[in-house]
């Protein structure tokens, strides 16, 4: 492929959800883009939100989320303990999966309109199973019932999703909270996770949590059948 080694990056956890070539660019410059014209693959480019987009879009990509970083450390955080809320090490993973499945609407691969929903599932189950698999995932239960997962990388949490009959009910900051003091009793000093600007109901529960954002991106993408 032309256009550089190091100003391109294979991912192949999307490649496996997606079954197609799939990359992310890493210097945004008219020698990449050009350089990937009729090069067959996906294609990821996250910038920052005030750079200038005109080269993308010359280039054929498309905007489709912009994502935040919340960060909050050990005096920031804002716990809410529950009496209720309980935490599984060893859940299986297809109960996991059970709740991961058609969770993240507001993921950029299901924004993506030339990406069946199907495979942006996909991907998501699929990193649901890495994580299981690395033991890096719990389960968090409310009155003994399995009601959301959190998975985690070190201190960043990558992967959260609260079951569909436990949504609504308010006790998301509850499940949220167990999961981060779990992650800063293991040693960690600052949490940081990723969400989309878009996704406002996250955004306000990290927030409640004492939260704060940071490093704001912009993501395009483009798709060469």
């Not at 987009?53 to 050990?74: I, M, N």
């Not at 924004?111 to 942006?120: E, N, V």
């Not at 994580?131 to 890096?136: K, V």
Request: proline share 4%; net charge negative.
């Amino acid at each position: 492929m032309n256009g550089g080694g190091s100003a391109l990056r294979e991912t192949p956890w999307d490649k496996a959800a997606l079954g197609i070539d799939t990359f992310e660019i890493l210097t945004v410059s008219e020698e990449v883009l050009g350089g990937i014209a009729g090069q067959p693959g996906h294609y990821t480019a996250k910038v920052d939100p005030l750079s200038d987009k005109r080269l993308l879009h010359e280039h054929g990509f498309y905007y489709c989320d912009t994502l935040l970083e919340p960060y909050a450390d050990r005096r920031r955080f804002i716990e809410f303990p529950h009496d209720h809320v309980g935490l599984r090490r060893e859940v299986p993973v297809d109960d996991l999966l059970e709740i991961s499945h058609g969770a993240f609407a507001h993921g950029r691969f299901h924004r993506d309109f030339q990406i069946d929903r199907p495979l942006a599932d996909r991907r998501y189950d699929n990193w649901l199973r890495q994580l299981h698999d690395a033991g890096t995932v719990f389960g968090l239960s409310f009155d003994e019932r399995l009601a959301a997962f959190f998975g985690y990388t070190g201190s960043r949490i990558v992967l959260h999703a609260v079951a569909r009959e436990f949504q609504g009910q308010g006790l998301a900051r509850f499940l949220w909270s167990r999961g981060c003091r779990e992650l800063f009793d293991a040693g960690h000093t600052e949490l940081t996770s990723s969400v989309s600007a878009a996704n406002v109901a996250v955004v306000n529960l990290y927030a409640s949590l004492g939260f704060r954002f940071r490093n704001p991106l912009d993501v395009y993408h483009r798709l060469i059948p």
